[in-house]
């Protein structure tokens, strides 16, 4: 009863003439609402071709985008709608919405270099508040092209930010993974712990210490780091990634020279 209000409503306000228009968009809206995901699709289609100029439109050809990539798993399609949200409507809020899903797809697919490439735009035109987290997912993007410097300059410019202070956690835990990554133990070893002495009661916390571990295992420190994750596993007792460490640990330790029970 509120929808068909609510439809009604609109057709009122944007006037009589517009009523077959802009009801075309809302069935679009309400056969999403009940998961007729290919019946909007075609919905959205038809009314972005019809009524290109539409307020309506721009919102329209993101949900082509949103519902091909979401619901029908057809991501290059996906690609195509998003597409033409930047091409034909730049300056709507939608742009911004295409280019973070475009910038997630390229992830997905393998492309990071594309993929960093939108979350340069965002940083530069997106939205204000949501500019730490472009930077953040850009440097994950770095990190997954084995960039790990660059990975590190953004992720250092971050900690510079005053507004970051929430996500300083996460922020170092990641910094801690590209030395560890490079191979460089010592400074890896030093923001692991750095993160365990200062952030107990974050949820990286648990994170950090099994970097550590994992750190202490590639140095060949086999018995500290088998201390280190008995340690997890008194405080974590249900934490089955956890045990398999610990397993994993003891197996190699068994094998290492000079073993003995």
């Not at 944007?14 to 999403?32: I, N, P, Q």
């Not at 660059?150 to 202070?165: I, M, Y």
């Not at 996460?170 to 801690?176: D, P, S």
Request: charged share 30%.
């Amino acid at each position: 009863m509120r929808r068909a209000v609510y439809i009604l409503t609109m057709v009122v306000l944007l006037g009589c003439g517009g009523a077959e228009r802009d009801s075309m968009f809302f069935k679009a809206e309400e056969l999403l609402s009940h998961g007729r995901y290919q019946e909007a699709l075609e919905h959205y289609a038809r009314f972005v071709e019809s009524y290109p100029e539409s307020q309506f439109a721009p919102k329209s050809q993101y949900m082509i985008g949103y519902i091909l990539s979401h619901h029908l798993s057809r991501p290059e399609d996906a690609m195509d709608a998003y597409a033409m949200v930047v091409n034909l409507y730049p300056d709507s809020i939608y742009t911004i919405k295409a280019r973070e899903d475009m910038a997630r797809l390229y992830s997905v697919s393998g492309d990071h270099r594309r993929s960093i490439n939108q979350y340069h735009w965002l940083i530069e035109n997106g939205t204000e508040g949501q500019r730490v987290e472009y930077r953040y997912r850009m440097a994950l993007e770095y990190i997954k092209m084995n960039e790990f410097g660059q990975a590190r300059v953004e992720l250092k410019e971050l900690l510079k930010d005053g507004t970051t202070e929430e996500m300083t956690p996460q922020i170092l835990y990641q910094i801690a993974n590209t030395y560890y990554l490079e191979g460089n133990f010592q400074e890896a070893i030093a923001t692991y712990d750095r993160i365990i002495e200062e952030y107990p009661n974050h949820p990286v916390y648990i994170e950090a210490r099994l970097g550590k571990a994992s750190v202490l295992e590639k140095q060949g420190s086999l018995k500290e780091a088998l201390g280190l994750l008995s340690e997890l596993e008194r405080e974590y007792p249900d934490s089955d990634t956890v045990k398999i460490r610990i397993e994993s640990t003891r197996k190699r330790l068994k094998k290492a020279p000079g073993f003995s029970r």
